[in-house]
């Protein structure tokens, strides 16, 4: 919706048989070879101080949880009797929790799972967020009951029942997918089915707005199917505040999972995320209080990065604020 | 009105029926056996004859109709002659925990008093802090308060409360020494020293709660006063020469209440969601921690019931934010 706003200029700069004044009249500073309209969205983007804040640690928290352990290369399970319950040293610069396992290559590795789950879980509820947004509102007849459907799952008390499906649910997982995978498997889809509907109640007030455009009618009037109307002209439309939601989702998506884990009802203690470190270093709070704020930095600026990337996106995405 | 608020409560009970179902059957569906937690000793004859007692064995849609009339007709009979007197109560079976062996009303009598003074004393302080923060933050927009005051917000509503509340207990409980990191629910207060007693145990989880719902009003009431501050109805309040503390706090603030007291309403129930967290924090012995141990001992009763308390209060406030809405806004009353 708020791309079609550039469309326009994309015909202008396309036909080169038209004569350079006229071209000029309409829009004097197209000289140059056309340009991409996602390097405007790059221009306002740039100049939010907080986006661009958040995507510099956001990349720089991608990197620490994917490059760092090849540069990081203690084993995060490795047990350092002689280090349990140290502060920061030379050997650990983050020190050592009560089995004496290092805290920098355990944050790593926490992150690695924490930020997964996040990317996952949000890719999920975009995918059926859209899905249902786009169905609902492009197709009359299954408005009513998706949009009834979305107001249930909003009514839904979610911690709560969260809680009591993971508990559950969780030793059938296991059993299904090993340990570790299937507990994954299990927070990301409950995390992706409970945090749809936002995404899609706000893709289905874009597609009933796009419906009653022109170039709708146009693509319609020449035979286009319903199946290649969505993908051709109605998705690639209402990609900005898709876009936006899913930095909300990330950010969502990763407080609940650490949410649950805090509960003590997510990853388990060997294969653990930022959630779980920071449960376990609950218990040694008297002795070493340094160990929970790690976890808890880590949770937290990832968190606010995604927030700020979210807000720098829908300023750079709304064409009545971009270019002032 | 009448018939908007009618329209509201008859959509409402549909909608409350599904969603106890579906908890009803989530927990139902499940593999957890109620007697798992029983010793080893006991035959399995005996197990099964205590499953025939809990009603286990029932066909799914009749175990939900019997629960159902449970929850919605003798229970609320029970708590009225608990707190009345009257002998309203039937004779008839209670939900009765799994673990405790006691009805679950009175599990929940007994827990929410704690979480509804947490809850309740924290969502007044976030109020409270949020919409003079929201008000001036628009006011001088662009200005130092204004981007202090959306940077705390930002960071108030990124830092999940698990954190706060760890980060509080270590400064403030371990190196300072100020605060208990436990809240003690069988103090009771007689005299002043015992009330500052209390105010010390309730200030850190009251802080930690009223800090992360404050970030989010303060965000809704600055976005609302924006808003209304470039409408023409203010230029026009401004010509007619009233004073400027008029014109702000009369005409701008009143009309940007509308969607704040919404969104204040709208928010109760997830307050007492992310309460369960701060419960487990500070160990207050509330309805959130009470939800926690049935989990993890496998006692189904309490879970649905709590489950559906909270489903209720969503369903509930919803409406209230919505006939408010009706209220408020003329527009929105469309009978």
């Known amino acids: ?324 | 009105m009448l018939t908007y608020t009618i329209r509201r409560l008859v959509l409402a009970i549909p909608t409350l029926l599904f969603i106890s179902f579906i908890i009803f059957l989530i927990v139902k569906l499940s593999p957890s056996d109620p007697t798992a937690g029983l010793p080893l000793t006991i035959p399995p004859e005996v197990r099964e004859q205590i499953r025939e007692s809990l009603g286990v064995n029932d066909p799914v849609l009749l175990q939900y109709f019997k629960w159902l009339r449970l929850m919605v007709w003798d229970e609320p009979l029970h708590l009225l002659e608990n707190w009345t007197g009257w002998n309203v109560a039937p004779d008839g079976p209670r939900i009765i925990s799994y673990q405790t062996r006691s009805p679950v009303m009175d599990l929940i009598v007994q827990r929410m008093p704690q979480t509804l003074w947490v809850v309740g004393t924290s969502y007044i302080v976030g109020i409270l802090i949020a919409l003079p923060i929201g008000i001036i933050s628009a006011y001088r927009q662009y200005s130092v308060f204004d981007q202090i005051g959306t940077f705390v917000s930002m960071l108030g509503f990124s830092v999940p409360t698990f954190f706060t509340g760890v980060l509080f207990i270590v400064i403030f409980a371990v190196n300072l020494g100020w605060f208990p990191s436990v809240y003690d629910t069988t103090h009771e207060v007689t005299d002043w020293d015992s009330f500052i007693v209390q105010l010390k145990q309730i200030i850190m989880p009251v802080m930690v709660l009223g800090l992360y719902n404050a970030s989010q009003i303060s965000r809704f009431m600055r976005a609302s006063m924006l808003d209304n501050l470039n409408q023409d109805y203010v230029r026009t309040a401004r010509a007619k020469g009233l004073s400027e503390r008029a014109v702000v706090l009369v005409h701008v603030l009143r009309n940007s209440m509308i969607p704040v007291v919404t969104v204040i309403a709208l928010n109760v129930p997830a307050v007492f969601g992310g309460a369960i967290i701060t419960e487990q924090v500070f160990k207050v012995n509330g309805i959130g921690q009470l939800l926690i141990i049935a989990i993890q001992g496998g006692d189904v009763p309490v879970v649905q019931t709590v489950s559906v308390i909270f489903a209720v209060l969503i369903v509930l406030f919803n409406l209230i934010a919505d006939v408010l809405y009706g209220i408020l806004d003329p527009r929105i009353r469309y009978d």
């Open chain 1, 1 to 324: 919706m708020t791309d079609s706003a550039d469309r326009p200029t994309q015909p202008l700069q396309s036909s080169g048989a038209t004569p350079a004044g006229s071209a000029t009249v309409m829009e004097p500073q197209i000289t140059g070879p056309s340009r991409n309209q996602w390097w405007d969205v790059w221009d306002q983007f740039k100049s939010h101080k907080g986006a661009l804040f958040g995507l510099g640690f956001f990349i720089f928290a991608l990197l620490f949880v994917t490059v760092g352990p090849l540069i990081w290369t203690i084993d995060p399970t490795f047990i350092d009797v002689r280090a349990r319950n140290t502060g920061p040293t030379l050997a650990h610069p983050l020190g050592a929790d009560q089995l004496g396992r290092d805290t920098l290559a355990r944050m790593m590795m926490g992150g690695q799972t924490s930020i997964a789950v996040g990317l996952t879980a949000m890719l999920l509820a975009l995918v059926l967020g859209t899905f249902i947004g786009v169905i609902a509102g492009y197709f009359k007849r299954m408005d009513g009951p998706l949009m009834r459907l979305t107001d249930l799952f909003l009514a839904l008390p979610l911690l709560p029942l969260l809680l009591v499906i993971i508990m559950l649910f969780r030793d059938q997982l296991r059993a299904a997918f090993g340990p570790e995978g299937g507990i994954f498997v299990l927070i990301v889809v409950v995390i992706g089915v409970t945090s749809w509907m936002q995404t899609a109640r706000v893709v289905r007030g874009d597609v009933l707005a796009l419906k009653e455009r022109e170039f709708v009618l146009a693509a319609r009037s020449i035979g286009t199917p319903a199946s290649m109307m969505i993908l051709r002209h109605i998705l690639p439309n209402v990609m900005s505040p898709i876009m936006v939601s899913a930095t909300l989702g990330i950010a969502n998506a990763i407080i609940t999972e650490s949410a649950l884990s805090f509960l003590g009802l997510g990853f388990p203690s060997d294969f653990p995320t930022w959630g779980r470190l920071l449960f376990d270093a609950t218990e040694w709070l008297q002795r070493n209080p340094e160990r929970v704020i790690w976890p808890g930095l880590a949770i937290s600026l990832t968190v606010l990065s995604v927030n700020y990337i979210g807000d720098g996106l829908r300023d750079a995405l709304d064409p009545r604020i971009r270019g002032r």
